[in-house]
């Protein structure tokens, strides 16, 4: 089995709201990955975790703030964003950090 | 100098034909290759990973890695349209990034019935 799930699958929200995205995988995988993908783009990775602790920060805006309660969950809270974080956000997890990732399906994020 | 370069496309073949996908990357010390599919307003799906030289067949696909030419491929044999999709090539890079899944900016295949 190698799903990874990811809630909601659609979410707007205005650029005074705090909300959260989450994922889960019950694959025993040690790291876990947010990225974002804007449209004919290909995805870009904003965090990495590890073993439960932040790995990378790919310079990402403290307006995302990623969150790891244990080994199978990842949060990535969103506060005061802006209409060009409007993209899909995917969830990845692998065994270890250098290997074979599997997607989420994702959540569609629009901002107004 | 782009690190994962593929050809945008859009690719377009006709049902039952071969669809070949290729890739080049920059990183010498590049281990490890995949190709993902992604469905419009999907997530990617791995399809294969490749690791050395070679060949590597799974059903229809077929990955091809020459690592002396920097060069990674797809063959997608028998394409039906549901093979219809932007076809991503990731790398891995060797060392310290090597958490790091470096994306080409995707082909788009179309099977046309």
């Known amino acids: 089995d190698t799903e990874v799930t990811q809630t909601p699958k659609h979410l707007v929200m205005g650029m005074t709201n705090k909300k959260s995205l989450k994922c889960e995988q019950h694959?025993?995988?040690?790291?876990m990955y947010w990225y974002k993908q804007k449209a004919k783009k290909p995805p870009e990775l904003m965090f990495v975790?590890?073993?439960?602790?932040?790995?990378i920060n790919e310079s990402v805006p403290s307006r995302f703030s990623p969150e790891c309660p244990n080994s199978s969950l990842l949060n990535l809270h969103l506060h005061a964003l802006q209409p060009e974080d409007s993209a899909l956000y995917l969830c990845?997890?692998?065994?270890?950090?250098?290997?074979?990732?599997?997607f989420g399906p994702g959540t569609r994020l629009l901002v107004l | 100098q782009k690190e994962v370069e593929q050809n945008s496309g859009p690719l377009s073949v006709p049902e039952g034909a071969i669809a070949s996908l290729n890739c080049t990357y920059s990183?010498?010390?590049?281990?490890?290759f995949f190709w993902y599919r992604q469905y419009s307003g999907k997530s990617p799906e791995l399809i294969m990973s490749?690791?050395?030289?070679g060949d590597k067949e799974d059903g229809r696909f077929t990955a091809q890695l020459n690592k002396a030419s920097q060069y990674v491929s797809l063959l997608i044999r028998d394409s039906q349209p549901s093979d219809s999709a932007t076809y991503l090539c990731?790398?891995?890079?060797?060392?310290?990034?090597?958490?790091?899944?470096?994306f080409g900016k995707g082909t788009l295949l179309t099977v046309n019935p």
């Open positions: 990183d010498r010390g590049s281990q490890s």
């Open positions: 975790y590890s073993y439960e602790k932040l790995s």
């Open positions: 990731a790398v891995t890079r060797s060392g310290g990034s090597n958490y790091k899944l470096t």
């Open positions: 990845a997890s692998s065994q270890a950090i250098s290997e074979t990732q599997y």
């Open positions: 694959m025993g995988h040690r790291a």
């Open positions: 490749i690791y050395s030289n």
